[in-house]
């Protein structure tokens, strides 16, 4: 895409990305969602949260537009509170990937995100962790089980924790044994690990929700900050990195921006629409 096309669809990040420091959306970064909105262009979230850590994102943007949650794995309506689609690691690669991960990497905790109907489906356990597992978020919601328990249902994420390690480190060793089971990933770099079924990605869900619109990689300008979002990045008509963003990220983006607590995405989104 060139910088001077109409995107026909924005795909965001969220943490480090959309949001500020402050995990808000920025009044400046609303208005320039909302000028594109009004404008008939097709906004989505694509995101490594799950569909329960959407709706402060809605609240913010004033609007509620389709996500792409678990990097991917899921895809989510906050207007409806309805899970659209989700692929998930069955039982026996989840059994797999734990015995590699705790071999590996001596000492990590590992996590599951499940999901049911809905963002809150109460029938459903949806963050289940193992004894002892250590949160890399401030926000723990999670129910403590058993490993067998863990690792009895499908789940559209396996989180692979270790307090205190680096997860670049982490990454590049599990790479190593880890072929088919799954993709890996990460979001931050505080000793977590997310992996998700493979050939799944942030640039999979968009798609999915591009395809039906008649829209293409070459509509698109996608935002990240990640190596999560490398895929979608690299893959969108134009891939924008945030000034804050990992290396890796940079390097897969066609342009980088100012950071998140500038209102990186505003910039950019401001040629066309202000």
């Given at each position: 895409?060139?910088?001077?096309?109409?995107?026909?669809?924005?795909?965001?990040?969220?943490?480090?990305?959309?949001?500020?420091?402050?995990?808000?959306?920025?009044?400046?970064?609303?208005?320039?969602?909302?000028?594109?909105?009004?404008?008939?262009?097709?906004?989505?979230?694509?995101?490594?949260?799950?569909?329960?850590?959407?709706?402060?994102v809605v609240d913010g943007l004033g609007l509620?537009?389709?996500?792409?949650?678990?990097?991917?794995?899921?895809?989510?309506?906050?207007?409806?509170?309805?899970?659209?689609?989700?692929?998930t690691l069955s039982a026996d690669v989840l059994?797999?990937?734990?015995?590699?991960?705790?071999?590996?990497?001596?000492?990590?905790?590992?996590?599951?995100?499940?999901?049911?109907?809905?963002?809150?489906?109460?029938?459903?356990?949806?963050?289940?962790?193992?004894?002892?597992?250590?949160?890399?978020?401030?926000?723990?919601?999670?129910?403590?089980?058993?490993?067998?328990?863990?690792?009895?249902?499908?789940?559209?994420?396996?989180?692979?924790?270790?307090?205190?390690?680096?997860?670049?480190?982490?990454?590049?060793?599990?790479?190593?044994?880890?072929?088919?089971?799954?993709?890996?990933?990460?979001?931050?770099?505080?000793?977590?690990?997310?992996?998700?079924?493979?050939?799944?990605?942030?640039?999979?869900?968009?798609?999915?929700?591009?395809?039906?619109?008649?829209?293409?990689?070459?509509?698109?300008?996608?935002?990240?900050?990640?190596?999560?979002?490398?895929?979608?990045?690299?893959?969108?008509?134009?891939?924008?990195?945030?000034?804050?963003?990992?290396?890796?990220?940079?390097?897969?983006?066609?342009?980088?921006?100012?950071?998140?607590?500038?209102?990186?995405?505003?910039?950019?989104?401001?040629?066309?629409?202000?």
């Amino acid at each position: 895409m060139t910088p001077d096309r109409t995107p026909g669809l924005i795909a965001t990040d969220v943490d480090g990305t959309l949001l500020d420091e402050d995990e808000k959306v920025t009044p400046r970064t609303r208005a320039a969602v909302q000028a594109a909105v009004d404008a008939g262009t097709t906004f989505v979230l694509a995101t490594g949260r799950p569909p329960r850590w959407i709706q402060p994102v809605v609240d913010g943007l004033g609007l509620a537009p389709m996500a792409v949650c678990a990097n991917g794995a899921v895809i989510y309506d906050p207007s409806t509170d309805r899970i659209v689609s989700a692929h998930t690691l069955s039982a026996d690669v989840l059994g797999e990937l734990a015995e590699i991960a705790t071999r590996v990497i001596p000492g990590a905790g590992l996590a599951v995100e499940r999901v049911g109907r809905s963002a809150h489906d109460a029938a459903t356990p949806q963050f289940v962790s193992s004894p002892g597992y250590e949160h890399a978020w401030l926000n723990p919601d999670n129910t403590e089980v058993s490993i067998e328990d863990l690792l009895s249902a499908p789940a559209v994420k396996l989180l692979i924790r270790k307090a205190g390690a680096r997860s670049a480190d982490m990454a590049a060793e599990l790479l190593k044994h880890i072929g088919l089971q799954g993709d890996i990933t990460y979001s931050t770099n505080n000793g977590l690990i997310e992996v998700v079924p493979l050939g799944i990605s942030k640039a999979t869900g968009v798609a999915q929700l591009a395809a039906p619109l008649g829209l293409t990689d070459a509509d698109i300008v996608a935002f990240g900050d990640m190596p999560n979002d490398i895929p979608m990045l690299s893959w969108a008509g134009r891939g924008v990195a945030m000034g804050n963003a990992h290396p890796e990220a940079v390097a897969a983006a066609d342009e980088v921006t100012a950071t998140n607590a500038e209102d990186g995405v505003a910039h950019v989104l401001e040629r066309w629409w202000s």
